[in-house]
T-cell receptor
Framework: GDSVTQMEGPVTLSEEAFLTINCTYT??????LFWYVQYPGEGLQLLLK?????DKGSNKGFEATYRKETTSFHLEKGSVQVSDSAVYFC??????????FGAGTTVTVRA | GAGVSQSPSNKVTEKGKDVELRCDPI?????LYWYRQRLGQGLEFLIY????????KSGLPSDRFSAERTGESVSTLTIQRTQQEDSAVYLC?????????????FGPGTRLTVT
């Protein structure tokens, strides 16, 4: 079945550090890929997405590129801020509606 | 505008009792989803409603779980004879239409604890 494996946390960084969260997937066909974020005390929200191979999703300084050859969708940000502290979830959709999520990675950014 | 709302935000129940969780989707959203998040795990798909079509119940873990939706409005998820392994955060999401092009908007969740 469809599945997502993402880097285990927690991850602790200093402000302005480079962040990478690895995500790989297994799916039939050509899924769409997503990163969702959950800030403390808030609901889950879409951060970025990519719908086909080599697409790059970007938002709020975060980027992720859909790599079909390595079945990966790693999330990166060049310079994190304290406000980026959150739980990040990688997800895929291999059909038109059902999302399959990774276990989530908790990121804490220290000032 | 208003987002997806869920109630209650927290529910503590005794093993064997029935519970009902409610989701109010964003007005005008035809698609509604239920997910479950166990501690330290990702979200698991439970059930999906799209308009008046038959729901996709393939993610429901047992026949103790059921869900209803009236038209394109409120949905309720019912768990009968709760067990301790049902303890989790139950999340509802809605989207304007079915399809990967349409973002799923999530509610804040209901944290269920079965003692």
């Amino acid at each position: 079945g469809d599945s997502v494996t993402q880097m285990e946390g927690p991850v602790t960084l200093s402000e302005e550090a480079f962040l990478t969260i690895n995500c790989t997937y297994t799916a039939t066909g050509y899924p769409s890929l997503f990163w969702y974020v959950q800030y403390p005390g808030e609901g889950l929200q879409l951060l970025l997405k990519a719908t086909k191979a080599d697409d790059k999703g970007s938002n709020k300084g975060f980027e992720a590129t859909y790599r079909k050859e390595t079945t990966s969708f790693h999330l990166e940000k060049g310079s994190v801020q304290v406000s980026d502290s959150a739980v990040y979830f990688c997800a895929l959709s291999a059909n038109d509606y059902k999302l399959s999520f990774g276990a989530g990675t908790t990121v804490t950014v220290r000032a | 505008g208003a987002g997806v709302s869920q109630s209650p935000s927290n529910k503590v129940t005794e093993k064997g009792k029935d519970v009902e969780l409610r989701c109010d989707p964003i007005s005008g959203h035809t698609a509604l989803y239920w997910y479950r998040q166990r501690l330290g795990q990702g979200l698991e798909f439970l059930i999906y409603f799209q308009g008046n079509s038959a729901p996709d119940k393939s993610g429901l873990p047992s026949d103790r779980f059921s869900a209803e939706r009236t038209g394109e409005s409120v949905s309720t998820l019912t768990i009968q004879r709760t067990q301790q392994e049902d303890s989790a955060v139950y999340l509802c999401a809605s989207s304007l239409r079915q399809g990967r092009a349409y973002e799923q908007y999530f509610g804040p969740g209901t944290r269920l604890t079965v003692t």
